[in-house]
């Protein structure tokens, strides 16, 4: 009973919500690129990459992000009531929007024939199923929900990194071979072009204290309902006496309130992700894309995967840690731990793993995506990635210097 409210309250809303858009589209189009995020309050770097390279390719492209999170608060949540009213009137006289994960209104509303819209996934790969390869399952959506609120729907172009990756986003957002453009994400650029030696200048300039032992980054993937194990973990870094700096989703972050009793622990919040990835000497994970994004730079990666046959049950996974990476991932952390203080790392193994999930391994990712964005403004329906979008299309080499300035 509860359910059948829950989808007639959708369905009123989206009503709603097409009466309060449709006057915007009666309004010119403009020469416009709208971006659209509910995985931060702050500006995306995906999208701050994107948006400064198209800047300089064509300044006359007006550019509006629109980053926020829904958030668990009343208030938060009647503020992200008032976002999608501004999502609505920007996306009415857009050319082209590009989002980053699943958004409410690229997928709930009617928009006009020539908007184009690109999925900029916010992770490198899929270890685990998201979207529609875990409807149903315990900790994915249900399906009718999903359906009424559009999930993943409305997409004209999803951008990948490598043809395995395409494999698994086709199942996930649901859509056509057509629609996947094996050309690359905007954080490949950046971790490439990261000055790894100055990250760990810096690291080590702010927390002096830590030099001198062995640094590892945990950064845990988020899970429905439960902290990921993090207490067992911090004894066991604190026994081997190394550096355990923990990354969790700002989710989980937001949850540690509520369980006093994990330890503290080093956070490291001055820096991004992707800084204390370089600046660390091991990074371990579970069924995060950290672990793709990591192997980009030859960082050692190890997978603790202590809840693997829950974790499978209750998600699904497109990628199995043990049984495909199994001389790097344990149950035990303190396995891995011994691994990571005493025996040498295989990087003609991480290099193959990297090789499944990233081809387009050059500093020019973004050049290609601006490349189809510009087509899309200047064509409009006939516009697609100059054969880019076909699927599984021939991926660039490192040879290759994307566009043309």
């Not at 006009?112 to 390869?133: C, D, E, P, T, Y």
């Not at 899970?223 to 969790?248: H, K, M, Q």
Request: overall charge positive; charged content about 25%; proline content about 6%.
């Amino acid at each position: 009973m509860k359910k059948q409210v829950l989808l007639l309250l959708i369905a009123l809303c989206k009503v709603l919500y097409g009466a309060v858009y449709a006057p915007f589209k009666l309004l010119p189009v403009q020469r416009k690129v709208v971006m659209i995020s509910r995985q931060s309050n702050k500006l995306r770097p995906d999208f701050e990459q994107i948006g400064s390279a198209l800047q300089q390719r064509d300044p006359s492209v007006r550019i509006v992000y629109l980053c926020r999170m829904i958030g668990d608060t009343i208030w938060s949540r009647i503020g992200y009531g008032f976002h999608l009213l501004r999502c609505a009137a920007e996306l009415g006289t857009a050319s082209v929007c590009i989002v980053d994960g699943y958004c409410i209104p690229v997928g709930v509303l009617k928009h006009r024939k020539s908007l184009r819209v690109i999925q900029v996934w916010h992770a490198l790969g899929a270890i685990k199923k998201f979207g529609k390869q875990s409807l149903a399952a315990p900790d994915g959506r249900d399906p009718d929900i999903a359906e009424r609120m559009g999930m993943h729907k409305n997409y004209d172009c999803v951008l990948c990194a490598s043809r395995r990756t395409a494999e698994i986003y086709a199942e996930a957002f649901g859509v056509t071979p057509e629609k996947l453009c094996v050309i690359g994400l905007p954080r490949i650029d950046a971790i490439l072009k990261m000055d790894r030696s100055r990250c760990r200048r810096r690291f080590y300039a702010a927390y002096p204290e830590l030099r001198g032992r062995k640094t590892i980054l945990y950064a845990p993937t988020f899970r429905e309902g439960v902290l990921p194990e993090l207490t067992p973990v911090l004894r066991a870094a604190a026994a081997a006496d190394v550096n355990l700096i923990v990354r969790l989703h700002p989710l989980d972050r937001e949850r540690l309130a509520k369980h006093p009793e994990v330890p503290p622990f080093l956070e490291c919040e001055q820096f991004g992700t992707f800084t204390l990835m370089a600046a660390a000497d091991a990074v371990v994970t579970d069924y995060s894309a950290i672990s793709i994004e990591a192997s980009l730079i030859r960082k050692p990666v190890y997978f603790y995967v202590y809840d693997l046959e829950a974790y499978r049950a209750a998600r699904g996974l497109n990628f199995d840690p043990l049984a495909e990476m199994p001389h790097c991932a344990s149950k035990d952390f303190t396995v891995l731990l011994d691994q990571i203080l005493h025996e040498p790392y295989d990087f003609q193994k991480l290099e193959a793993f990297r090789a499944q999930f990233v081809e387009t391994k050059d500093k020019h990712n973004v050049d290609r995506i601006v490349n189809l964005i510009v087509q899309y403004l200047n064509e409009g329906v006939k516009a697609h990635a100059s054969g880019a979008g076909v699927p599984y299309a021939a991926v660039p080499d490192a040879s290759d210097r994307g566009a043309q300035r």
